[in-house]
C-alpha cells in the first residue's frame, strides 16, 4: 500500500530556510514521477517542485526557481524540498503526491488532482 508522509514545516522569518521531506513506502521512488505541490489560503493547489524518474528531469514554478532545491534519496526512498530565502507568499500547505507512473515532470507538477496524496506540512513565513 502507497504512503507519503511529508514533514519538516514549521514558523520560520522571511530570509530564513526550511527543508521538506516526503517519505514514502509501498512503490520504488525511482521509477515514478513525485511532486510538491502547495496550497495557500482561498487559492488553488499549485505544482511546486516535481521530478520524474531517477534521471533527475526536474521541474520548479518560476517563482521559486534559484531558491528551492528538489531531491530524491534512493537508499530512504524518500524526497525532500529545500527551501531558502523563503517569502511570505512561499507559505502554505506543502503536499508530496504521486500517481506512481512516469511522466515528465512539468506535466506531472500542472496536475491537480493525484492518485496518492500526503497529509501535509504547514509552512508559515513571517514578513
Known amino acids: 500500500q502507497v504512503h507519503l508522509v511529508e ?4 514558523l520560520v522569518q522571511s530570509g530564513e530556510s526550511l527543508k521538506l521531506s516526503c ?3 509501498g512503490f520504488d521512488l525511482d521509477y ?3 511532486g510538491w505541490f ?3 489560503p482561498g487559492k488553488e493547489r499549485e ?3 516535481c521530478l520524474s524518474t531517477s534521471d533527475g528531469e526536474s521541474w520548479y514554478t518560476d517563482s521559486v526557481k534559484d531558491r ?3 531531491s530524491r534519496d534512493h537508499g530512504k526512498n524518500a524526497v525532500y524540498l529545500e527551501m531558502n530565502s523563503l517569502k511570505p507568499e512561499d507559505a502554505g500547505v506543502y ?3 504521486t500517481d506512481v507512473k512516469y511522466m515528465p515532470a512539468a506535466l506531472y507538477c ?3 488532482t493525484f492518485r496518492y496524496l500526503g497529509q501535509g506540512t504547514q509552512v508559515t513565513v513571517s514578513s
Open 7 to 10: 514533514s519538516g514545516g514549521g
Open 23 to 25: 517519505d514514502a513506502s
Open 32 to 34: 515514478y514521477a513525485i
Open 38 to 40: 502547495r496550497q495557500a
Open 47 to 49: 505544482g511546486v517542485a
Open 68 to 70: 528551492f532545491i528538489m
Open 95 to 97: 503536499y508530496c503526491a
Open 110 to 112: 500542472s496536475r491537480r
